[in-house]
């Protein structure tokens, strides 16, 4: 069973940087894929990032990009997402999500299997 902790959230003003932490364990295959969603309230879950194990693909949606990335460290079990030059409109709950078996992106969170319990960022000046 793999499980997925998340945490780095808190509350920061416009213009500042956070870095989320999704620490995993339990995969059973050799690829695999790890997603950040995030979920305002009132929205529905949006895909943010995606790093594939196998070749290390990543994606970013065009709201973050060129100011969040994400990147794995394989000694700590752990992906991270760094978000820079936030903005209020990126506050929202930010969960974890990972599938086995795949080495490609995926955006969709009804591709994922296994979810963390979220942490939440609010940005606000």
């Known amino acids: 069973q793999v499980h997925l902790v998340e945490s780095g959230g808190g509350l920061v003003q416009p213009g500042d940087s956070l870095r989320l932490s999704c620490t995993y364990s339990?995969?059973?295959?050799?690829?695999?894929?790890i997603a950040w969603f995030r979920q305002a309230p009132g929205k529905e879950r949006e895909a943010v990032s995606c790093?594939?194990?196998?070749?290390?693909?990543?994606y970013l949606s065009d709201s973050v990009k060129g100011r969040f990335t994400i990147s794995r460290d394989y000694a700590k079990n752990t992906v991270y997402l760094q978000m820079n030059a936030l903005k209020p409109e990126d506050t929202a709950d930010y969960y974890c999500a990972a599938v086995e078996g795949v080495r490609w992106v995926l955006r969709s969170q009804y591709e994922y299997d296994y979810w963390g319990q979220g942490t939440q960022v609010t940005v606000s000046s």
């Open positions: 339990g995969f059973t295959r050799e690829s695999y894929a």
């Open positions: 790093i594939v194990n196998s070749d290390g693909s990543t």
